[in-house]
């Protein structure tokens, strides 16, 4: 059977205060980068064998940590601490100079062009207006299959290593009639596979994915690859799914229309500067041809895990 390839609790947590030790040395080296000699300004709120934490520095971890007003009594005496153990851990990685290591130097680099740029981005494009309630229905009405006309699709799933679909695989698959036929060829040949269940709603799948999944009959075999991980899934029921109604809908399509205009603001600056700049690639890998680049520092949403990153893309993470 021929398949078809898809690429697809009030209390502070004290956890949050905890940098992991690899990204405090990094953060301590790259405030060992600047002269010694330099007092810090702002208020000092304890000492380190002589270095100075300031109130300055404390209030801006506050700021960070998005810390209520109620809690932040209790969650200043936390970062303090969190401030004092990244000192030591600072210092101690200036002994043994690794504020001089190239990795890290490299990082440290990466990190201030990247903060650098975003500074940049927020001076310039500033933050978008808040979509009105016109876009918000625009959007609801022209998405149906995201709010009222949804699908769920029930789906049953053989999860192999990408490794694994070799080119006798890939042919077994091919003249497979349904996954049993697959699952049989696999367990002949010794491939390790799991099988799983799922069902998706077309809220949570990417619109492309959801159009080739409405076309499809049902059995069809065809194969989603996830880096080191392969699905061959096969579509076991297509049925309606509750509608969303646009009071529930308007929050996530609020935040998605104002990410789009974010974006679309950021492109448009970076694609100006581009326009204006002389840009030469040198020493490029031989037949690699420059892309178009995607703001690397655009003001940034909350970040999604990635399995609802497409959705939430599209302002409807979450959504059942």
């Known amino acids: 059977m021929q398949t078809k390839s898809v690429r697809s609790t009030n209390r502070f947590p004290r956890r949050a ?8 040395i990094a953060v301590a080296a790259l405030s060992a980068c600047g002269s010694k000699e330099n007092k810090k300004p702002g208020q000092a709120v304890a000492s380190v064998n002589g270095e100075e934490i300031t109130v300055l520095q404390l209030n801006d971890e506050l700021a960070h940590a998005n810390v209520q007003a109620g809690q932040q009594a209790a969650a200043s005496k936390q970062l303090l601490e969190s401030l004092i153990d990244r000192q030591l851990l600072q210092s101690a990685a200036v002994k043994e100079n690794l504020d001089r290591d190239p990795k890290v130097l490299l990082a440290l680099e990466r990190a201030k062009s990247l903060l650098l740029a975003q500074a940049y981005m927020q001076k310039r494009i500033g933050t978008p207006a808040k979509p009105s309630a016109a876009e918000v229905q625009e959007y609801y009405d022209k998405n149906p299959q995201f709010f ?25 698959i091919d003249n497979a009639k349904s996954l049993e036929d697959a699952a049989a060829w696999f ?9 799983n269940q799922v069902s998706r709603t077309s809220s949570e799948l990417p619109a492309e994915l959801v159009n080739k999944l409405l076309a499809m009959p049902k059995g069809q075999l065809f194969i989603v690859r996830e880096g080191e991980r392969s699905l061959l899934i096969s579509i076991a029921d297509v049925k309606d799914a509750p509608s969303i109604s646009l009071e529930t809908a308007t929050p996530q399509i609020t935040q998605f229309l104002f990410n789009k205009k974010n974006k679309e603001a950021a492109e448009a600056e970076v694609k100006r500067l581009r326009a204006s700049a002389k840009i030469e690639y040198l020493n490029a890998p031989a037949g690699a041809a420059p892309a178009a680049s995607a703001p690397a520092a655009a003001p940034a949403a909350a970040p999604a895990s990635s399995a609802s990153q497409e959705a939430n893309e599209r302002g409807v993470a979450g959504l059942k």
Do not use: C, I, P, W
């Not at 192999?160 to 042919?171: E, G, P, R, V, Y």
């Not at 367990?187 to 099988?195: C, E, G, S």
């Open 187 to 195: 367990d002949a040949h010794h491939v390790k596979y799991n099988r």
């Open 17 to 24: 205060l905890r940098l992991g030790a690899a990204t405090m």
């Open 148 to 172: 009222t006309a949804r699908k769920q699709f029930d789906m049953r799933q053989l999860v192999l290593a990408t490794a694994s679909l070799d080119a006798d695989a890939k042919a077994a």
